[in-house]
């Protein structure tokens, strides 16, 4: 892939959206591209009646225009846009930009970081479960998931914690966070598949404070979902 390639791959994805989000996207990437470049004429342009293909053409030739940085960033906040709807295409193109010789823009290092460190966390809770260590491994799990959720709360959805360090509250404000924003900006979504945050959680914080025979069916439970929560989580971070 090159940048050629990427550009227009982006805007073919918003142009295949549904009709209401298509617009709701093309707005973004006119927002996206303004705010890194006023000069582009884009609201006279689209005013013309400019067909699909012209407009396709225009946005990649407006893209490949603009400095590469400013480029990476506005490609970065499309990602965050459109990745839950288009995880293979997106996954495609978030590649490509993270494999530029250039510097990489903060948001993907510290996601790559954030990455790294779940894989880390997920590397000791396997040897823990390999050597029957079931307790630890769970343990690992919570402290895991407990790490994320305040990381998600604090950065993302810009929650001030206060005295709320308690798992399942937290996994409460996440579950609203995200449904809100998925309501707010007209994404298909099941607010009941959302809700596996907070059964995960409720299921892991009893394991925790009960006192009950953990094995390996619990703690493989407990790695397998906070491994699917967390890079969920990431999709938004």
């Given at each position: 892939?090159?940048w050629?390639?990427?550009?227009?791959?982006?805007v073919?994805?918003?142009?295949?959206?549904?009709?209401r989000?298509?617009?709701?996207?093309?707005?973004?990437?006119?927002?996206y591209?303004?705010?890194?470049?006023?000069?582009?004429?884009i609201?006279?342009?689209?005013?013309?009646g400019?067909?699909e293909?012209?407009?396709?053409?225009?946005?990649?030739?407006?893209l490949?225009?603009?400095?590469?940085?400013n480029?990476?960033?506005?490609?970065?906040?499309?990602?965050?846009?459109?990745?839950?709807?288009?995880?293979e295409?997106?996954?495609k193109?978030?590649?490509f930009?993270?494999?530029?010789h250039h510097?990489?823009?903060?948001?993907?290092?510290?996601?790559?970081e954030?990455?790294?460190?779940?894989?880390?966390y997920?590397k000791?809770?396997d040897?823990?479960?390999?050597?029957?260590?079931?307790?630890?491994?769970?343990?690992?799990?919570?402290?895991?998931l407990?790490e994320?959720?305040?990381?998600?709360?604090?950065?993302?959805?810009?929650?001030?914690?206060g005295?709320?360090?308690s798992m399942?509250q937290?996994a409460?404000?996440?579950?609203?966070y995200?449904?809100?924003y998925?309501?707010?900006?007209?994404?298909?979504?099941?607010?009941t598949?959302l809700?596996?945050?907070?059964?995960?959680t409720?299921a892991?914080f009893?394991?925790?404070?009960?006192?009950?025979?953990?094995d390996?069916?619990?703690?493989?439970?407990a790695?397998?979902?906070?491994?699917?929560?967390?890079?969920?989580?990431l999709r938004?971070?």
């Amino acid at each position: 892939m090159d940048w050629l390639t990427a550009c227009r791959t982006l805007v073919e994805i918003i142009a295949n959206c549904p009709f209401r989000k298509q617009n709701i996207f093309k707005l973004r990437l006119h927002k996206y591209i303004s705010d890194v470049h006023p000069d582009v004429l884009i609201d006279s342009y689209l005013a013309s009646g400019a067909n699909e293909e012209d407009q396709i053409i225009f946005y990649t030739s407006t893209l490949l225009a603009l400095e590469e940085a400013n480029r990476i960033e506005v490609f970065r906040l499309c990602i965050k846009d459109l990745s839950l709807l288009f995880p293979e295409e997106i996954g495609k193109i978030e590649l490509f930009i993270e494999q530029q010789h250039h510097p990489v823009p903060s948001y993907f290092q510290e996601r790559k970081e954030r990455i790294d460190k779940l894989n880390r966390y997920l590397k000791r809770i396997d040897g823990a479960i390999n050597n029957r260590k079931y307790s630890l491994a769970l343990g690992l799990a919570n402290r895991c998931l407990k790490e994320y959720y305040s990381h998600f709360l604090t950065n993302t959805a810009k929650h001030d914690l206060g005295y709320s360090t308690s798992m399942t509250q937290m996994a409460i404000y996440i579950y609203r966070y995200i449904n809100k924003y998925f309501v707010t900006n007209n994404i298909p979504y099941s607010a009941t598949r959302l809700l596996f945050i907070t059964m995960v959680t409720n299921a892991l914080f009893l394991a925790m404070t009960s006192n009950a025979y953990v094995d390996r069916a619990v703690a493989t439970y407990a790695r397998d979902n906070v491994n699917a929560i967390v890079r969920f989580l990431l999709r938004y971070s």
